[in-house]
Each structure stands twice: as structure tokens, then as C-alpha cells.
């Protein structure tokens, strides 16, 4: 590990002018390049204390073993060295898009003497019209078979082309009229080339014109009697109309846009581009990438536009690039894409409209992307096995921790405070395992004592079941589980967790041990763990924390973390364990809030229960009316005891009424009973 001070430059050495720089290592190997718009402050950034830096900022510094630079003169240049820079370099510490796949792309090959239309993959030629990418190729090939009766353009290969003009016999598609058989001289190479540029205006959104020609001219051979040639018309425009339905129109006709969104965590990133041209969404791609530096938003979207337009010139670059955020060098940007283009180029966050709601389609799709990715990614068993392997390895474990328990606490303000437990069993999740608990010692805003609690409450559970098996002897004293279960909620399939059952045959709930128990915190929340378990005497349970700011690991002996590859499989389960714990606790902390708001006096009475409540509330329609009744009215309701009226009643005494509804323009004031009547059942509902 290098120091960075050694390398660093000397004061007033960086001028202040844009430029691209370059890290390199010990063996001069280019590990990151960058621009700034002034290198000096950009540079000195780097050179600071160490424990100011982010991880991978970190990393990369103490790689490095130098810093070069090259001045430009203007923040486009910048730009554009620095794409040629990792281009060239492939520079570890960069992030890179690359595609899990090749993309498929509807290709017109207009620099041969008789155009072909075929699907093209792999880098674009010189001449050639492309359309798309696609995401399939089954779909180019669905959408060509519609146009060719209408643009009979030659697909066949060469080889099969110069075998027909040698024979003088076109192919099968010349004989069935989707190809006009330039092979066999039907059309001269000038006929063919107009079809093949008649195909292209039409892929390319110019569908309206050539449609009213069409139907105009099957409206004249109607008038002539013309009837064969009229209905083959207007095949041919039922063809066309198929074909455009196949691409769903999105925008405005004139709208040429590519839309980019971006699903990020802390590790990946994903990349969704729809590409839409006439209004039309005519192609789809993207792909997942590893955050190897330290990166936003805004970066992310500027490494995505290098990536998409680097190579592309002309109108391959659309005139309007939508993006979730703007690049920190967003005018420069947007005058490198213009500069590509030829034209003008907007880049902007779409604010309203139709633009702005397919926006929020292509982020859904990248959402869907990366949790594709993550699940792939987390059921292979290979993987798996190395993450587990890779935590064990850095926690000094005995074995592989087959089985994860990870705590978290939630609570908004210090208020309804909760906790959930979510389970990893040989790396994936146990949802049936999973538990919801209310903190009942104390109240207010306290994490590391409510930590200490949950885990406490969930291994006196663990302890009183291995007593009431048989498998240990009676719990020490002070140490036996309180009588009936926790406060806690199941969630998940009703799959019957792995452990000894009750003589009920019903599975013991917390019986089961874990290897490994992850908390959702830094050293305060793991030394609260340990106490716990050390209070009960538990030795054989790993503990250990993740500390979401640096995504660091803490043991509870340890003063330093324990900090793991950002390629590490052991972090990436580590990390899936924590923010499933913490998706798990915030939904139930919201829940019991949402509850909380809706519930009404009837809702706080012992022994009332739901059927009991609705009754009430049918018999006397409204809450008002059952506020102004005795005892013995409301003895009156079926099912209602006089015990349970006094209770009823002593608890609407102390409620203190709602505020009545009042209309603002008026100054009246509403008494709707029926309202009454409908939000109760309502509520009644929600709970």
C-alpha cells in the first residue's frame, strides 16, 4: 500500500486549467484517468487525510504510485481525452458499462449496389443504416416479414444472391412477391435502392405520408374498378399498420429522444436506454455495472453518455437526451453530443408530461434490471458457497455461517419503535423464519438498547425451547423466557421452519441457532449484541455489524473494522442480509404507524373485537350516536354483554370527540352520519 503523500505534487506544481488526469501504480499501469474543469482543487482532493476519503477513493490512492496530467483548453476536450483515455487504458478503478449481451440491430446496407436489410450485431459499418438496437432478434425478424410485402427489399446473402443470377430463378421470396428480385433483373439497382430508401423513411418515422399515398391510391383503383389491385392495397397498408402497432407510440410524431434511467445501490449500478424515434419507442438495451469508483448519480448518467455516443456520429445521436440528472459539466456535455450530432442537442430532466412519465417506465425497468441481477447473482450455488467462504474467512469463523440471523431497528422520531429479524439460510432468504418485534422496556429513541433487547428476547426464546426439548437441563435462574411469545409477527409462506416441534407437532419458532448474528449498525449496536448473548451465557454465536455509510464490518473485540473487497462476494451477501432486515423493520414500523393514525376510541376497548365493533356501529350509525347512548342501549346490540357496555361506554366518556367537518365556503358545519357510519366500516376494514 502506497502513501499518497509521496506521490503527491508540489504546491502551485497543478495549474488551474481544465485537463484529464491519470493515476498509474507501481508498474506504470494506468489505473484511473479523470477531468476536472480546474485540476488544481480537483487534484488536491486526493491528497487529503485518508479517513476523510471515500473506500474506493481510498483504495485507489493507495494503488497508485503516481499522478500525470495533460492540459486542454476547453471542458469539452476534456471530455473527449478522457473517453479515449479509458478507452485505451481500461482503467481498473473506472467505472465501465459493458453489455451482458450483444443487442440485435435492424441494418440496411445501403453501401452495396443492391441494399440488403438484415439484423446486424457487433460494431457499426461504414454505409450502413441501422435501426433499434432490439431486444430480441425474433422481433426484427417479425417486423421485416410484415414491410416486405409492401418494400419487397432483397434479404437474402450474397452467396444465395449471385447463385440466382446465375441460375436466372430468384429465390422462394421472389416467387411469393417479398422480394422484387433485383437478382433476375425484375428491377433495375435505381428501382431497388428507392425501395430500400422507402423502407428506411419508414423505419425511421415517416409513416403518415407514405400511408395517406397508400390509401389514396386504393381509393383510385377502387373508382377505376381496379378491385384486385385495390384489396392488395390495402393489404398492404393493413400489413404496414401491424407492424408500426408492434412499437407503441410514446410522444409527439416529430419526438427523436433517447431516455436513460439508472438503479444504483452501494455496489452496482443498472442501465436502461429506451431509444425512441418518430414518437415511437423503436429500440431497448442495457446492461449492470460494478461502482469501482467513487460515483453519483450525475456520473453515472455521463459515463452512460460516453458509453451510448462515443463511437456514434450523426443522427445515431438523437436531437433530445432525457436523464435522471444532469452531468456536473452538463453544458459541455451537451456540446460534445452536439458535436457528434452536427446539430443541436438538448440534455434535460424531463419535469412533466408524457416524457416525464416515460421516464419513470424506463426506471422501473432499471429497477427490475438490478433486482434481476441481484437474484441471479444470489441463487447461483458456486457464488454462494465463495460468499460464504469470504465471510468466514474475514470473521475468523470455524466453519461457513450457513446460517444468518441479521437485527434492525426502526422507529420514526422515537416513536412506535421496532425491530425486525430476517434469516439467510446457505445464502438465500427464510422468509417463514423471519420476526417482527415491539420494544417493550422502554420508550423513546434509543437503538443500542433496543438492540440489546431484541437480541436478548430472541435467545432467551432460544434457550427456553432447548429446556422445554429436553435437549439442555432447566435455564439458569434470571435466564428462563417470559410466559407466551414476544411481541412479534410472522411474515412470509407458512413453511415449517427447520428445529424441534412441541408436542403440538407445531415447529419451535426460535429453536433453531444461527452461526452468524449481523446488526444493522457500527460498534455501539454489536457491543449491544454481545452483551446479550454474553448475559446469557452464549458462546457460540458469531456477532458481528455493518455500517451502512462505509460498508464497514465491526467485531465486537475489535477497535478497527474489518473492511472487505469491493468485489467481495462475502459483502455483497453481507449487504443483501442488512438492507432485507432493514426493508423488513421500516415496512412493519409503517404499518403500525399508518394503524396508529387510523385507529378510532372503539379500537383502544379490552375485549372488543371486530365483528362486536361493526355491530355497534350498524346498530346506532354513527360513532356520535353510540357517544349519547346508555348502558342499557347498548346492552341492546347482540352479542353485547353489560360488562362489555360499561367498557364501551367509559371509554367513549374519556375519548375526547372529533373535530366536526366544517365547509370552508360557508362556515357550516357538516354532521354526515352516514360519512360517520362509512369511514368507521372503513376503518374497520383497513385493520
Given at each position: 500500500?502506497?502513501d499518497?503523500?509521496?506521490?503527491?505534487p508540489k504546491?502551485?506544481?497543478?495549474?488551474?486549467?481544465?485537463?484529464v488526469?491519470k493515476f498509474r501504480?507501481?508498474h506504470?499501469?494506468?489505473?484511473?484517468?479523470?477531468k476536472?474543469?480546474?485540476?488544481?482543487?480537483?487534484?488536491?482532493?486526493?491528497?487529503?487525510?485518508?479517513?476523510?476519503?471515500?473506500?474506493?477513493?481510498?483504495?485507489?490512492?493507495?494503488t497508485?504510485?503516481?499522478?500525470?496530467w495533460?492540459v486542454?483548453?476547453t471542458?469539452?476536450?476534456?471530455l473527449?481525452?478522457?473517453?479515449?483515455?479509458?478507452?485505451e487504458?481500461d482503467?481498473?478503478?473506472?467505472?465501465?458499462y459493458?453489455?451482458?449481451?450483444?443487442?440485435p440491430s435492424?441494418?440496411?446496407?445501403?453501401n452495396?449496389?443492391?441494399?440488403r436489410?438484415?439484423?446486424?450485431?457487433?460494431?457499426?459499418?461504414?454505409?450502413v443504416?441501422?435501426?433499434?438496437?432490439?431486444?430480441h432478434?425474433?422481433?426484427?425478424r417479425?417486423?421485416?416479414d410484415?414491410?416486405?410485402r409492401v418494400?419487397?427489399?432483397?434479404?437474402?446473402s450474397?452467396g444465395?444472391?449471385k447463385?440466382s443470377?446465375?441460375?436466372?430463378?430468384?429465390?422462394l421470396?421472389g416467387?411469393?412477391?417479398?422480394c422484387?428480385?433485383p437478382?433476375v433483373?425484375?428491377?433495375?439497382?435505381?428501382?431497388?435502392?428507392r425501395l430500400?430508401e422507402?423502407?428506411?423513411d419508414?423505419?425511421a418515422g415517416?409513416?403518415g405520408a407514405y400511408?395517406?399515398?397508400?390509401?389514396?391510391?386504393?381509393?383510385?383503383?377502387?373508382?377505376?374498378?381496379e378491385?384486385?389491385?385495390?384489396a392488395?392495397?390495402?393489404?398492404?397498408?393493413g400489413?404496414?399498420?401491424?407492424?408500426?402497432?408492434?412499437?407503441?407510440?410514446?410522444?409527439?410524431?416529430?419526438?427523436?429522444a433517447?431516455?436513460?434511467a439508472?438503479a444504483?445501490?452501494?455496489?452496482e449500478?443498472?442501465?436502461?436506454?429506451?431509444h425512441?424515434?418518430?414518437g415511437?419507442?423503436?429500440?431497448q438495451?442495457?446492461?449492470?455495472?460494478?461502482?469501482?469508483?467513487a460515483v453519483?448519480?450525475?456520473?453515472?448518467?455521463?459515463?452512460?453518455?460516453?458509453?451510448?455516443?462515443?463511437?456514434?456520429?450523426?443522427d445515431?445521436?438523437p436531437?433530445?437526451?432525457l436523464?435522471p440528472?444532469l452531468?456536473?459539466?452538463a453544458?459541455?456535455?451537451a456540446?460534445?453530443?452536439?458535436d457528434?450530432?452536427?446539430?443541436?442537442?438538448?440534455?434535460?430532466?424531463p419535469?412533466?408530461?408524457?416524457?416525464?412519465?416515460?421516464m419513470?417506465?424506463?426506471a422501473?425497468?432499471a429497477?427490475?434490471?438490478?433486482?434481476?441481477?441481484k437474484t441471479?447473482?444470489?441463487?447461483?450455488l458456486?457464488?454462494?458457497?465463495?460468499a460464504?467462504e469470504e465471510?468466514?474467512e474475514?470473521?475468523e469463523l470455524?466453519?461457513a455461517?450457513l446460517?444468518i440471523e441479521c437485527?434492525?431497528?426502526s422507529?420514526l422520531?422515537g416513536?412506535d419503535?421496532v425491530a425486525s429479524m430476517?434469516?439467510?439460510?446457505d445464502?438465500?432468504?427464510?422468509?417463514?423464519?423471519?420476526?417482527?418485534?415491539q420494544i417493550k422496556?422502554f420508550?423513546?429513541q434509543?437503538?443500542?438498547?433496543?438492540?440489546?433487547?431484541?437480541v436478548?428476547?430472541?435467545?432467551?426464546?432460544?434457550?427456553?425451547?432447548k429446556t422445554?426439548?429436553?435437549?439442555?437441563?432447566?435455564?439458569?435462574?434470571?435466564?428462563?423466557a417470559p410466559n407466551g411469545?414476544p411481541?412479534?409477527?410472522?411474515?412470509?409462506?407458512?413453511e415449517?421452519?427447520?428445529?424441534?416441534i412441541?408436542?403440538s407437532g407445531?415447529p419451535?419458532?426460535?429453536?433453531y441457532p444461527?452461526?452468524?448474528?449481523?446488526?444493522d449498525?457500527g460498534?455501539?449496536?454489536v457491543?449491544?449484541?454481545?452483551?446479550a448473548?454474553?448475559?446469557?451465557?452464549?458462546d457460540d454465536?458469531?456477532?458481528?455489524?455493518?455500517?451502512?455509510?462505509?460498508?464497514e464490518?465491526?467485531?465486537p473485540?475489535?477497535?478497527?473494522?474489518?473492511?472487505?473487497?469491493?468485489?467481495?462476494?462475502?459483502?455483497?451477501l453481507?449487504?443483501?442480509?442488512?438492507?432485507?432486515?432493514?426493508?423488513?423493520?421500516?415496512?412493519y414500523?409503517?404499518?403500525k404507524?399508518?394503524?396508529?393514525m387510523?385507529?378510532g376510541p372503539?379500537d383502544?376497548?379490552?375485549?372488543l373485537?371486530?365483528?362486536?365493533?361493526?355491530?355497534?356501529?350498524?346498530?346506532f350509525g354513527s360513532?356520535?350516536?353510540?357517544?349519547a347512548?346508555?348502558?342499557?342501549?347498548i346492552?341492546?346490540?347482540?352479542?353485547?354483554g353489560?360488562?362489555?357496555a360499561?367498557?364501551?361506554?367509559?371509554?367513549l366518556a374519556?375519548?375526547a370527540?372529533?373535530?366536526?367537518?366544517v365547509?370552508t365556503?360557508?362556515g357550516e358545519?357538516?354532521e354526515?352520519?352516514?360519512?360517520?357510519v362509512?369511514s368507521?366500516a372503513?376503518?374497520?376494514?383497513?385493520r
Amino acid at each position: 500500500m502506497a502513501d499518497p503523500s509521496s506521490y503527491r505534487p508540489k504546491p502551485g506544481q497543478i495549474p488551474e486549467s481544465p485537463g484529464v488526469y491519470k493515476f498509474r501504480d507501481e508498474h506504470g499501469r494506468v489505473i484511473y484517468v479523470g477531468k476536472a474543469k480546474s485540476l488544481r482543487p480537483r487534484l488536491s482532493s486526493y491528497f487529503q487525510d485518508l479517513a476523510n476519503l471515500h473506500p474506493r477513493t481510498r483504495t485507489m490512492v493507495t494503488t497508485a504510485a503516481s499522478v500525470e496530467w495533460t492540459v486542454v483548453s476547453t471542458e469539452v476536450e476534456a471530455l473527449q481525452l478522457e473517453y479515449s483515455w479509458i478507452k485505451e487504458f481500461d482503467p481498473r478503478f473506472n467505472v465501465k458499462y459493458r453489455d451482458d449481451k450483444s443487442y440485435p440491430s435492424l441494418a440496411v446496407t445501403l453501401n452495396e449496389e443492391f441494399p440488403r436489410v438484415q439484423v446486424m450485431r457487433g460494431p457499426k459499418k461504414k454505409g450502413v443504416r441501422y435501426f433499434g438496437p432490439y431486444g430480441h432478434a425474433w422481433a426484427i425478424r417479425e417486423t421485416v416479414d410484415l414491410m416486405l410485402r409492401v418494400f419487397p427489399v432483397r434479404t437474402c446473402s450474397a452467396g444465395v444472391f449471385k447463385r440466382s443470377a446465375q441460375i436466372g430463378r430468384p429465390c422462394l421470396l421472389g416467387y411469393i412477391g417479398k422480394c422484387s428480385a433485383p437478382c433476375v433483373g425484375r428491377v433495375t439497382a435505381e428501382e431497388h435502392r428507392r425501395l430500400a430508401e422507402e423502407f428506411c423513411d419508414f423505419m425511421a418515422g415517416r409513416t403518415g405520408a407514405y400511408l395517406r399515398r397508400l390509401e389514396q391510391q386504393m381509393q383510385e383503383a377502387a373508382e377505376e374498378m381496379e378491385y384486385e389491385k385495390a384489396a392488395r392495397l390495402r393489404d398492404d397498408i393493413g400489413a404496414l399498420k401491424r407492424a408500426m402497432e408492434k412499437n407503441a407510440v410514446v410522444l409527439a410524431d416529430a419526438t427523436d429522444a433517447d431516455l436513460i434511467a439508472i438503479a444504483e445501490d452501494e455496489l452496482e449500478a443498472a442501465v436502461q436506454i429506451f431509444h425512441v424515434r418518430g414518437g415511437r419507442v423503436r429500440g431497448q438495451r442495457g446492461w449492470v455495472t460494478d461502482k469501482v469508483e467513487a460515483v453519483d448519480t450525475a456520473g453515472l448518467v455521463e459515463h452512460a453518455l460516453q458509453q451510448l455516443y462515443g463511437e456514434e456520429k450523426g443522427d445515431a445521436v438523437p436531437k433530445e437526451v432525457l436523464v435522471p440528472a444532469l452531468p456536473e459539466l452538463a453544458e459541455s456535455v451537451a456540446q460534445w453530443l452536439s458535436d457528434r450530432r452536427g446539430s443541436r442537442v438538448d440534455l434535460r430532466i424531463p419535469q412533466r408530461g408524457d416524457k416525464k412519465d416515460l421516464m419513470a417506465t424506463v426506471a422501473r425497468n432499471a429497477q427490475q434490471a438490478l433486482a434481476l441481477h441481484k437474484t441471479k447473482r444470489a441463487s447461483d450455488l458456486t457464488t454462494r458457497s465463495r460468499a460464504l467462504e469470504e465471510i468466514a474467512e474475514a470473521l475468523e469463523l470455524d466453519s461457513a455461517p450457513l446460517r444468518i440471523e441479521c437485527f434492525d431497528i426502526s422507529h420514526l422520531q422515537g416513536e412506535d419503535v421496532v425491530a425486525s429479524m430476517v434469516v439467510f439460510e446457505d445464502g438465500l432468504a427464510r422468509k417463514s423464519e423471519y420476526r417482527r418485534f415491539q420494544i417493550k422496556s422502554f420508550a423513546g429513541q434509543d437503538d443500542v438498547r433496543a438492540m440489546h433487547e431484541v437480541v436478548g428476547r430472541r435467545f432467551r426464546r432460544y434457550l427456553q425451547e432447548k429446556t422445554d426439548t429436553g435437549e439442555w437441563g432447566p435455564a439458569p435462574d434470571g435466564e428462563a423466557a417470559p410466559n407466551g411469545h414476544p411481541e412479534e409477527a410472522q411474515d412470509g409462506h407458512p413453511e415449517a421452519p427447520a428445529g424441534p416441534i412441541d408436542e403440538s407437532g407445531k415447529p419451535k419458532r426460535f429453536a433453531y441457532p444461527p452461526q452468524l448474528v449481523v446488526v444493522d449498525g457500527g460498534r455501539p449496536q454489536v457491543a449491544a449484541a454481545k452483551r446479550a448473548l454474553d448475559e446469557l451465557g452464549i458462546d457460540d454465536v458469531a456477532v458481528c455489524g455493518l455500517a451502512k455509510r462505509l460498508e464497514e464490518v465491526w467485531l465486537p473485540d475489535d477497535e478497527d473494522p474489518v473492511v472487505l473487497p469491493r468485489s467481495s462476494e462475502g459483502l455483497y451477501l453481507l449487504q443483501r442480509v442488512r438492507d432485507e432486515a432493514h426493508r423488513f423493520a421500516i415496512t412493519y414500523q409503517r404499518g403500525k404507524r399508518a394503524k396508529s393514525m387510523k385507529a378510532g376510541p372503539l379500537d383502544t376497548v379490552p375485549g372488543l373485537g371486530e365483528s362486536r365493533r361493526q355491530a355497534l356501529l350498524k346498530h346506532f350509525g354513527s360513532l356520535k350516536r353510540l357517544r349519547a347512548a346508555t348502558v342499557e342501549q347498548i346492552c341492546e346490540v347482540p352479542g353485547v354483554g353489560r360488562k362489555t357496555a360499561e367498557t364501551v361506554a367509559a371509554a367513549l366518556a374519556t375519548a375526547a370527540p372529533a373535530a366536526p367537518a366544517v365547509n370552508t365556503a360557508t362556515g357550516e358545519i357538516i354532521e354526515d352520519e352516514a360519512t360517520s357510519v362509512a369511514s368507521s366500516a372503513t376503518r374497520g376494514t383497513d385493520r
